[in-house]
């Protein structure tokens, strides 16, 4: 752990579904965040670690700021402000597709007072014509001055390298503070619920989505050959319990294969995967609920 190299700590922030997650996994290869199209997705603050033998890497992947609307909505907003006084520098990405909005101009208000090199990274440039990029990158820095602006897609790779490179330009010298093969600090456990997590807002009707939660009671190698993981799937109400269930189970079942097949490239084995489905009135309202369901707001 005493090898040199470039290393630090980088916040990757902006408004909800600018693709912050879909950005993070690409730096690191492999899934560590959960994807969707249905905004504030991302929940805790993810570490993803991006290393070669000059530079290590740690992005932090934190939730969209938004207007909160109960107790988990504040503990994100929370959660993704804060780490602005942490990190070595700032990835401030945008969505080339959306005009600048309140949401943009509240960040942009915060990174005023930040003190470490702020990126601005446009991304999602594959969804419009090149001729409209130069006034995208013209109205955002009449409010900021940026280190340097990357318009990237996330989704398809185009500029993602380059970007990193500046980014390790721009890092001090310092320890690797992770072995080569880590590519998230986050316990496995955390990333098989997030993987769960994902495929319910995947599947399900709006009313369920940010109604959820997952606990994963165990992981325990059965045998040579297979991994059990124990589940549980948190709703607010009996009526989103019975869109989770479906028909004769069978919306539980398809969320459990999907799941499965990407808790497998995960673990890198079989995996036989439980899930049940509980109800836990308004837990997103509940202090008590939300530190039981590792949403701890007095870490912030």
């Known amino acids: 752990m005493d090898i040199k190299k470039h290393s630090g700590f980088v916040a990757i922030i902006g408004r909800p579904n600018v693709g912050k997650s879909t950005f993070l996994n690409r730096a690191v290869g492999q899934k560590v965040a959960i994807m969707s199209d249905k905004a504030q997705t991302t929940r805790n603050k993810i570490q993803g670690i991006y290393t070669t033998e000059e530079t290590q890497i740690v992005f932090i992947d934190t939730p969209g700021i938004h207007k909160p609307h109960s107790r988990l909505g504040d503990f994100m907003v929370k959660a993704a402000l804060s780490t602005l006084n942490e990190v070595d520098a700032v990835l401030f990405m945008v969505n080339a597709t959306q005009k600048r909005g309140r949401g943009d101009d509240f960040i942009i208000k915060r990174l005023k007072e930040v003190k470490k090199p702020i990126f601005l990274v446009i991304n999602k440039i594959d969804q ?24 990237i897609s996330a989704l398809q790779g185009n500029n993602c390298e380059e970007l990193i490179t500046a980014v390790s330009a721009i890092l001090p010298e310092g320890p690797q503070f992770y072995p080569e093969d880590q590519v998230t600090d986050h316990p496995e456990r955390f990333i098989a619920g997030e993987l769960i997590r994902e495929k319910v807002l995947e599947l399900t009707r709006e009313e369920v989505p940010h ?3 997952v606990i994963v009671e165990r992981v325990q190698r059965e045998d040579e050959e297979k991994i059990l993981v124990q589940a549980t799937i948190i709703v607010e109400r009996s009526s989103q319990k019975g869109i989770l269930i479906g028909k004769g189970g069978q919306m539980l079942k398809t969320i459990g294969t999907k799941a499965r097949k990407d808790i497998e490239l995960l673990l890198g084995d079989k995996v036989y995967l439980e ?9 997103r309202d509940k202090q008590t609920d939300l530190k039981a369901l590792g949403y701890r707001q007095d870490d912030y």
């Open 128 to 151: 419009i014509h090149p001729d409209h990029l130069l006034e995208i990158v013209d109205d955002y820095r009449k409010e900021l001055n940026f280190q340097e602006v990357y318009p």
């Open 211 to 213: 109604s959820v939660a």
């Open 275 to 283: 899930l049940w489905v509980k109800v836990q009135s308004n837990w």
